[in-house]
């Protein structure tokens, strides 16, 4: 799968809570390949976590510090990257994840989802009246959008190791 790869990079897109991170991290270990994950290196440079990005700056300027980071990291792969949910949604930051490498997109149900992000509250877009909701909403906006990755794996409720060897199968 390494060879596959070749110098392109590997980058998990999806919603919030689909496992991008872990998936990603899990994988970059079997390519031996480094692991990057774009939200965890906008608070590097930034050196602000993503919710207080949100809370000084808003969506906009957070799209466009998302954007050069990403466009930086792509220049010097081969890595694994997994990037924040609205990476891929955002229309250049899609073309730099086209020009810079593979797309795998992190495929998850409403349920899985869920239960994976209600235990944490660093995600300022869930801070709504009804967050089960408005991930939902996010599901029908992008859904579309996730589909245009150049592979689909499903993240269900099951053991990493297997969506990790779907993700290396996929890439061979
Ligand atoms: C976002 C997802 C978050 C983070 C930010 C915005 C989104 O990343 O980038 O809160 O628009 O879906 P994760 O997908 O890693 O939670």
Redesign the pocket.
């Known amino acids: 799968a390494r060879a596959a790869l070749g110098r392109r990079n590997l980058v998990f897109v999806g919603?919030?809570g689909a496992g991008?991170?872990a998936i990603g991290r899990m994988t970059a270990a079997q390519l031996g390949l480094p692991f990057i994950d774009t939200?965890t290196e906008i608070e590097r440079v930034s050196r602000m976590t993503?919710s207080e990005l949100f809370a000084a700056y808003g969506e906009e300027e957070f799209r466009a510090l998302e954007t050069r980071v990403i466009k930086r990291l792509l220049r010097s792969g081969p890595r694994v990257v997994s990037t924040?949910?609205?990476a891929f949604i955002n229309e250049k930051t899609r073309k730099q994840i086209e020009r810079g490498g593979i797309s795998i997109w992190l495929k998850a149900d409403l349920e899985v989802l869920w239960e994976r992000v209600n235990k944490r509250d660093h995600?300022?877009?869930l801070k709504t009246e009804n967050p089960k909701q408005t991930l939902e909403n996010?599901m029908n906006q992008r859904y579309p959008v996730y589909e245009l990755a150049d592979m689909t794996v499903h993240s269900r409720d099951e053991r990493k190791e297997t969506i990790v060897n779907e993700v290396l199968e996929a890439i061979i």
């Open positions: 919603l919030m991008k991170s939200d993503i924040g949910g609205g995600r300022p877009l996010l």
